[in-house]
């Protein structure tokens, strides 16, 4: 059944248009406090958002929804989704959700939902609210309508979970950072955490006023955080996204240090204590064939998913992997949470950079990743994957790049775009490669 509302990270769109309207979040309270009403206590729905100036909007008409099925609310304000995954839990609430569109600019909102466990619903439960928000709410009589209240002290509540994640051994007296909060959820926490354990911070990116989320700075607007790396002389940056649950990682010359690399360093660091678990690492197709080579060198495994943090969490759950994500930054790491948590993996960052004695730019580069590239075709209409040309283009380039290197095709989920991506040895002969399949594309597109 194909889905109305859920996309592969809950309900994410342009702010009053389509999904993402003040009618559909009042549904979404209305459809989801229905589904986990069950028992007879009374039950709670914890509720955060990131500093996008619709977060009030959608604030209210989830409260009103949520209430009006006799579910009591509790806001936080601005926080980082993992941090509503671990309150959900602490809190005993009977769900939790996240308003956020994540590295999106500002004009976007979305919706993010998670169980009682402070893990994301799965693809059944969304599709059980999808089929309450097309019915009648059931609302309750004027004495059962939920209460909604503020709390002030969720923010201390987060700082004190991400800072366990740290040896109490650790501290970070020497270390000067650079950390970039995109102007986004963590534009509090992130700093105080990590000044709190010893560092000297130079904050950016937490100046929000509703409209600048994302806007040349955080994980995705690198420009900026290299900049002041350099200029500050600092030990390395730390770039989140704007619900901080997505990190890139600045080295102290002002490179970027994408999430294949962190990834290979938590996972060795734990590896050598045999706090691994699992067997290896959970990461998507788009991981580079570097990262399974050196995992392989230590006797580790790789296993690949679809592209999305759900997708991976998924597999480690099932698996029992401790460490799994994404190129792009998302860091999951269970041992300390439910979901991707930047300003946790970057605690881990910090304490093997104390640990080790090195330089961010040594410690960092644990493999060398092969030569990646990635163009997006777009097309008009059609299936050009199915066309007979572009079948036989990518048969061709899977033969010659095979045992050299990796082909991964796929087409966007929210965009007519075909996504080309291949990796190999040969530079020249990745480029080529993908070449031919864009032009494949472009010819029937």
């Not at 509790?74 to 309150?87: E, S, Y």
């Not at 792009?328 to 949470?337: F, K, P």
């Amino acid at each position: 059944m194909a889905r109305k509302f859920f996309g592969t990270d809950g309900i994410r769109g342009r702010v009053n248009e389509g999904v993402m309207t003040a009618e559909n979040a009042m549904k979404v309270g209305q459809a989801a406090g229905t589904h986990f009403l069950r028992g007879n206590h009374r039950h709670r729905v914890v509720i955060g958002k990131d500093t996008r100036l619709s977060g009030y909007m959608v604030e209210s008409a989830l409260v009103a929804g949520f209430a009006s099925v006799g579910m009591d609310v509790i806001m936080t304000g601005p926080l980082p989704t993992p941090a509503i995954a671990l309150l959900t839990r602490e809190m005993r609430a009977d769900l939790g959700v996240m308003i956020s569109a994540s590295h999106n600019p500002f004009e976007d909102n979305g919706i993010k939902l998670f169980g009682p466990d402070g893990f994301k619903l799965s693809d059944a439960a969304e599709m059980a609210i999808e089929t309450l928000m097309e019915q009648e709410p059931l609302l309750v009589s004027p004495d059962l309508v939920g209460r909604a209240r503020r709390i002030d002290d969720a923010s201390g509540r987060y700082i004190h979970a991400v800072k366990q994640s740290v040896a109490s051994d650790i501290r970070f007296d020497r270390l000067k950072v650079v950390v970039d909060c995109a102007n986004g959820a963590a534009y509090r926490v992130a700093p105080s955490a990590i000044w709190e354990l010893g560092a000297e911070v130079i904050a950016m990116g937490v100046e929000p006023n509703g409209t600048n989320i994302n806007r040349d700075v955080g994980s995705t607007s690198l420009d900026a955080v290299k900049k002041r790396v350099v200029e500050e002389q600092a030990d390395i940056g730390i770039a989140l996204d704007g619900d901080a649950d997505r990190l890139i990682v600045i080295d102290e010359k002002g490179r970027a240090v994408d999430g294949d690399q962190i990834m290979a360093l938590i996972a060795t660091r734990l590896h050598e204590r045999n706090d691994l678990t699992g067997g290896g690492v959970v990461a998507t197709v788009m991981s580079n064939l570097g990262l399974e080579r050196y995992l392989h060198g230590l006797g580790l495994t790789l296993e690949r998913t679809k592209v999305g943090d759900r997708y991976v969490l998924e597999r480690m759950r099932e698996g029992g992997f401790n460490v799994g994500g994404e190129q792009s930054g998302h860091m999951i790491l269970t041992d300390h949470g439910t979901t991707g948590d930047g300003t946790v993996a970057a605690l881990r960052i910090l304490a093997s950079l104390v640990r080790s004695g090195k330089q961010a730019s040594e410690l960092l580069h644990v493999f060398d990743p092969l030569p990646q590239l990635l163009k997006n075709v777009r097309y008009s209409g059609g299936a050009p994957l199915e066309n007979q040309t572009v079948k036989k283009a990518i048969m061709d380039s899977e033969k010659e790049l095979e045992g050299k290197g990796r082909l991964v095709i796929r087409p966007s989920g929210t965009e007519p775009v075909i996504r080309v991506m291949a990796e190999g040895d040969d530079a020249g002969q990745v480029e080529k490669v993908v070449d031919r399949i864009c032009d494949a594309v472009k010819a029937v597109a």
